[in-house]
């Protein structure tokens, strides 16, 4: 299988403060990445899709200035979560997809859990 | 509609039982299908692959019926370990992300 990693796994911040998560594929290469979020007993919502060298798309209401994405290789995106917010506290999940997965299977990160106090 | 429906559960059942798990999707150009666990606090983890010939892996059985456009997942012989939810997903083509159910809840009862 793929493997993706997240960084950090836990995060307990000050609110306005800024906290940046790594996701990262380590034995695939990833065009596209995936970042959702989940609150407590709810559901995954996607949030934005990553891609690799260019613009990330977000989905209707995330806010793009708040929830900064960068996908600088093929290999690494970053998820910053500007000046967080108590609300902003939640389990972040990033995702990868194979380029060579014609199949479109989607690998998950562990992710990182987000305490904003 | 939702793009994927699915019974949230809880479905509470006793070690050994056979459970049954169904979804639904309304995109028709859907082209891939899977199941998804999810523990409780953990990330989604990939179960299986659902094909149009339908496909089995152990004690897992699933199904794809594209004119319903409905997917199932049959567990046998339940373990205490088969507890999570299980998220029925959906996905067309090219990089658009992967749509998810909101999960279906299983707790194997000793």
């Known amino acids: 299988g793929a493997v993706v990693s997240q960084h950090p796994s836990r995060v307990i911040c000050k609110s306005g403060t800024s906290v940046k998560i790594e996701c990262r594929s380590l034995?695939?290469?990833?065009?596209?990445m995936f970042w959702y979020r989940q609150f407590p007993k709810q559901s995954l919502m996607l949030m934005a899709t990553?891609?690799?060298?260019?613009?990330?798309?977000?989905e209707q209401g995330v806010e793009k200035d708040k929830f900064l994405i960068n996908h600088a290789s093929l290999t690494l995106s970053t998820l910053t979560v500007t000046s967080a917010h108590p609300e902003d506290s939640s389990f972040y999940i990033c995702?990868?997809?194979?380029?060579?997965?014609?199949?479109?299977?989607?690998?998950f990160g562990p992710g990182t859990r987000l305490l904003v106090l | 509609r939702k793009e994927v429906e699915q019974d949230p559960g809880p479905f509470n059942v006793p070690e050994g039982a056979t459970v049954a798990f169904n979804c639904t999707y309304s995109?028709?150009?859907?082209?891939?299908f899977f199941w998804y666990r999810q523990d409780c606090r953990k990330e989604p983890k990939l179960l299986m692959s659902v094909y149009s010939s339908g496909n089995e892996d152990g004690r897992f059985t699933a199904q794809l019926n594209r004119a319903s456009q409905y997917i199932s997942l049959l567990i046998r012989d339940s373990k205490l370990s088969d507890s999570a939810t299980y998220l029925c997903?959906?996905?067309?083509?090219?990089?658009?992300?992967?749509?998810f159910g909101k999960g279906t809840r299983l707790s194997v009862i000793a």
């Open positions: 997903v959906v996905g067309t083509s090219g990089n658009t992300p992967l749509v």
């Open positions: 995109n028709s150009a859907s082209q891939s």
């Open positions: 995702s990868a997809r194979p380029e060579r997965d014609k199949q479109e299977t989607q690998y």
């Open positions: 034995d695939f290469q990833a065009t596209t």
């Open positions: 990553s891609n690799e060298g260019s613009k990330a798309t977000y």
